[in-house]
Each structure stands twice: as structure tokens, then as C-alpha cells.
């Protein structure tokens, strides 16, 4: 089964700190993705990346960037964090076929933010 | 216009009944449709998967996708209370790609 990690649950953080999170897939799946998660908006995607040291932008990238320096890893990064970037944030990782075989995105468990 | 729509509930049902879960949506190119289960405080759990149109069954649960009225489904038979959680359906046009989810529907299964 597709593993894939996120380093906190929780975390609570000041206005204004740089925060990093994690998230570590191990099956070698080259696209990896950071959504946040908010009542009543659903999912909405932060970043993405299809390669190591490669990235895209999301609908929501404004007041954050990603690492990815190696496959299996790829971190979310709060500049300075703001109030409004409290939320559930979630990584998922997905592994490129053509029609049937494509493999769909696994999530991890999620990290909820607060920023106080 | 939302490219997809999706009833967010909540939908409260007995044990043992059927249920269905509906989502439109307006881009004729998604081709890869999902169904997501999502446990409170954890993350989405993938549950089905359909390429392009037609039915998918895993015991008690069927996908259907109709492209040709933009519509996708998921059916639950004998609904156990274990079944009770928020339900996302997610779709994209070429594989890989992000997804574009619904807000999800909550279910809860009295026994």
C-alpha cells in the first residue's frame, strides 16, 4: 500500500514565523501535491510538482512556497505566517499511467495548523 | 458555474439502507473520476476509481460515470454505521494531474 507521511498532526505557530511541513511518500511516485482543506471551500491546491527540484503553482500559491529536493520528500513552506493560513493541510503523491492504469493521488493524514 | 458540484449533506440514513452520492460537473474533458472517504481529523481515503465512462463495483460499492450528462455516482448497499464520514468526489482531464474535488458530502449511519 502507498505510504505517505506527514510530520505533525498538529502544530500551533506565531503570526509572523516561517513554518515548515513535511511529507515523505515511499513509492517512488514522481507527482506530489499540497492542498489545504477549509469548511464550507473543500480542497484546494497550494503547489504541485512532477519532478525532483520541479515546481507549479497551485490555485492558492500567495504567502507560500515548496522544496522538493528529493523524490520521495516534498515540503510546504509558510513564509510568514498569517491567521488566515490556519487550516488542514494535505499532501498527496500520484504515480503517472495512461487510462485505466493510472494511479489516482494517496493522501496523508494531514497536518492542522494553527497560527496564532 | 463550479466545474464540480456537489450536495454537501448532511445525508442521515438506517443501517442497511442504499445510499447515493451524486456529483455534476462541467468540463467534458475529465476523463479520471474518483471517490474519496474522509474519516474526521484524517485524511482523504481513495475508495474508487473509474477511467472514462461506465460502472465500477467493490462489494458495496458501485461507481458510475455518465459523461454524456456530466454526472457521476456513488452507491453504497447495506450501509453500515462504519460508512458514516464525508464523501469527495475528484476529477481530472489527463492523468497526474491535480484534481478538482467537490466540497463533499457527510453521511452518518444510524444502526
Redesign the interface.
Known sequence: DVKVTQSSRYLVKRTGEKVFLECVQDMDHENMFWYRQDPGLGLRLIYFSYDVKMKEKGDIPEGYSVSREKKERFSLILESASTNQTSMYLCASSQIRDGDSNQPQHFGDGTRLSIL | QKEVEQDPGPLSVPEGAIVSLNCTYSNSAFQ?F?W?RQYS??????LM?T??SGNKEDGRFTAQVDKSSKYISLFIRDSQPSDSATY?C?MSAK??T??I????TTLSVSS
Not at chain 2, 474535488?101 to 463533499?104: D, L, Q, S
Open positions: 479520471y474518483m474519496y481529523r484524517k485524511g482523504p481515503e481513495l476509481y477511467y472514462s469527495l475528484a492523468a497526474g491535480a484534481l474535488f467537490g466540497k463533499g
